[in-house]
């Protein structure tokens, strides 16, 4: 069974956050391709909740394909630049500062929940998964992607080369992918073994290139027949 963790990444504030930031906007097409499958696992008119969105680019095209879109992160900087990126574009993203483990967020507050390339360094993943589960409405889902723990290094490589990154900021990506995240990652058997632990009880694994997509489902509340029938 994984046990809590101490986050043990960059602290994603001010100057690093800004860093980080300039670099994932000059990959837009793959927040457009996750929003796509978002949208349409939510369903039209729905409310969604994105945890740990960075500086908020894929909460921001979910807000602009029509649906009511909050974010929790655990970054200052992060949260302002969601609301500054959201203004830009003309949406409104409700944003706040927080835990994922300890959202502020009321019980069955949305239809889905979406994180992506954060679910790594979260110091309690178990806790962060029965929290989306709280927030989520009876029969809502969520989708966690993230890098898998058998990434290649080659796959990595070439994932890197799409983003147009200079040949510095390459270097330095590269780098903390190799470094850092793989050594963070999780195996298939480990995120199976963290949604049966936690009040979903299960989950499915889809592999997509270097990552993979954890998908989860909220149950409906079933009615007691015993008790109806009296």
């Known amino acids: 069974m994984t046990t809590p963790k101490a986050y043990k990444g960059i602290g994603m504030n001010g100057v690093i956050a800004k860093w980080y930031a300039k670099n994932t906007a000059r990959d837009t097409g793959r927040f457009e391709v996750v929003a796509r499958i978002v949208t349409e696992q939510a369903g039209p008119g729905r409310s969604v909740l994105e945890v740990a969105p960075g500086p908020g680019y894929l909460a921001v095209e979910i807000a602009k394909a029509g649906r009511q879109v909050s974010a929790i992160d655990i970054s200052e900087t992060f949260v302002e630049m969601v609301r500054e990126n959201a203004a830009r574009a003309g949406v409104y993203i409700d944003a706040r ?25 979260f110091a309690d993943p178990v806790g962060a998964l029965n929290e989306i589960h709280r927030v989520l409405k009876p029969g809502g889902g969520a989708s966690i992607f993230d890098l898998k723990k058998d990434a290649d290094t080659a796959d990595i490589d070439s994932e890197v080369e799409k983003m147009n990154l200079s040949r510095w900021n390459a270097w330095v990506t590269r780098w903390t992918f190799r470094s850092m995240l793989l050594k963070r990652a999780y195996t298939g058997t480990e995120i199976e073994q963290m949604a049966t632990a936690s009040r979903f009880g299960r989950c ?8 993979f997509e954890m998908r989860l489902e909220k149950k409906r509340a079933t009615r007691n027949l015993a008790f109806a029938c009296l």
């Open 97 to 121: 500062q927080g835990d994922a483990a300890h959202m502020p967020f009321a019980d069955a507050s949305f239809d889905y929940v979406v994180c992506v390339a954060a679910f790594k360094n």
């Open 204 to 211: 499915q694994v889809f592999n997509q290139g270097i990552g």
